[in-house]
């Protein structure tokens, strides 16, 4: 270790072992002041300095980085004054050319004969350095991605604010749709009634041949026009939240198919209906509902079957399962209709003015459905299409008597 000559009346040095030149820290004496008296010649490498330039000449502080020179003079001397030594105080030292070289100091300061002096160690921190250093860098990332994705959860929630929004903003429109078309609906099965029961009253006249036909024209059509206002009051029901009212009673299935074949076959006499019956017709379910749906699938088997082509009609009990198959001949049903067939407004091209709006399969569905049971489809190349509706001979929810408790028709 070097130390400064005693030419200003400075303290001098008793002589060190040269084993502390060599020692793996920095060995640093200073004054009172910071005028470096002694310095060892690990941290004169480390500096790139020889002892000659900086023992008398720089004093510690001048050979701080400016941060630590403010640190240095707020802190670090103030402090040591004031308790005698300062431990492990990170600072960064200037080496020649520019370089940085953190170090961890410890001090002592202790009053000699000639004057008071600074003890200082210094410990190499470049690892450590670079570790606190990528630790920052680390965390600053992680406050960005932190900014970015409490910026994206902001965004995600005005999104959601808007897409809720235009949500109810439909949800709203459609359910004042439905409601509207529910009460269109319901006001005009009035003057239709009126022009069926006309119709009926004049048929029981003696007309012309021709006025004949013109009074059967308007009764197709008007039935037709009855049957879609149904539909159409049957799907504003379910879609306002509603399942479909059933008074359920004990019935015989097969009876109540062939009555409606037989009215069916009179309204499509370019067809050829035929009821087919299999098991005991005793059950329990809604006629007029089971009536509805066998008008709904025979009206589909005339829209999309063959011209002129035969329509089976099979009822069916077996081990307490019910079903109505209504089979058609003629083209299969197109295979990107038959995922979405039973949806509403699924319109699969019928012909001519018979074409519906629809809503026929769906509301076959529905009345499944309220009886507890489900509706199938088979359509393929050559054996035609085939629609068959089951349900429970007995559904749940029937007293001892068989009666529904679900309510009474709406018609």
Request: aromatic share 2%; proline share 5%.
């Amino acid at each position: 270790m070097t130390a400064a000559a005693d030419d200003e009346g400075a303290p001098a040095l008793p002589p060190t072992d040269p084993l502390f030149d060599d020692l793996p820290c920095g060995l640093l004496v200073t004054r009172d002041d910071g005028l470096v008296h002694a310095i060892n010649d690990t941290l004169c490498q480390w500096l790139g300095r020889t002892s000659d330039e900086v023992v008398g000449r720089l004093k510690f502080q001048d050979m701080l980085t400016m941060g630590s020179r403010i640190f240095h003079q707020t802190h670090w001397a103030p402090l040591l004054q004031l308790q005698g030594s300062v431990s492990e105080v990170k600072l960064e030292m200037a080496a020649r050319g520019g370089a940085r070289l953190p170090v961890i100091v410890n001090a002592v300061r202790q009053t000699h004969a000639d004057g008071m002096l600074h003890k200082i160690a210094l410990f190499v921190l470049e690892e450590r350095h670079l570790y606190e250093r990528e630790l920052l860098t680390a965390r600053r990332r992680a406050e960005q991605a932190l900014e970015a994705e409490r910026q994206a959860n902001k965004a995600l929630q005005e999104v959601q604010a808007e897409l809720e929004a235009l949500r109810a903003k439909a949800e709203d429109r459609a359910k004042y749709a439905e409601q509207m078309m529910g009460i269109v609906s319901h006001d005009l099965r009035n003057p239709l009634a009126v022009i069926d029961l006309c119709v009926q009253t004049l048929s029981k006249g003696t007309l012309p041949p021709d006025k004949a036909k013109t009074l059967e024209v308007l009764s197709r059509s008007n039935g037709r026009a009855l049957r879609l206002i149904s539909d159409l009051l049957d799907f504003t029901q379910v879609r306002m939240g509603s399942a479909l009212s059933l008074a359920v009673r004990p019935m015989d299935l097969h009876a109540v198919v062939a009555e409606t074949v037989a009215e069916l076959q009179i309204a499509n006499p370019r067809h050829r209906l035929v009821h087919v019956r299999h098991g005991d017709g005793a059950c329990t379910a809604s006629a007029d509902r089971l009536v509805q749906a066998i008008g709904n699938l025979v009206s589909n088997a005339v829209q999309h079957g063959a011209n002129d082509g035969v329509i089976t009609i099979t009822s069916s009990n077996r081990d307490g399962v019910c079903s109505v198959t209504v089979h058609n001949e003629g083209d299969p049903v197109p295979a990107e209709l038959m995922p979405r067939i039973f949806e509403p407004l699924v319109r699969g091209g019928g012909k001519g003015a018979a074409a519906g709006v629809g809503l026929g399969l769906y509301i076959v569905r529905e009345i499944a459905r309220s009886h507890g049971g489900e509706v199938a489809i088979e359509s393929t190349d050559g054996k035609g299409t085939m629609i068959m509706l089951r349900f429970p001979a007995t559904p749940v929810g029937t007293n001892e008597a068989g009666v529904g408790q679900a309510g009474s028709e709406p018609r």
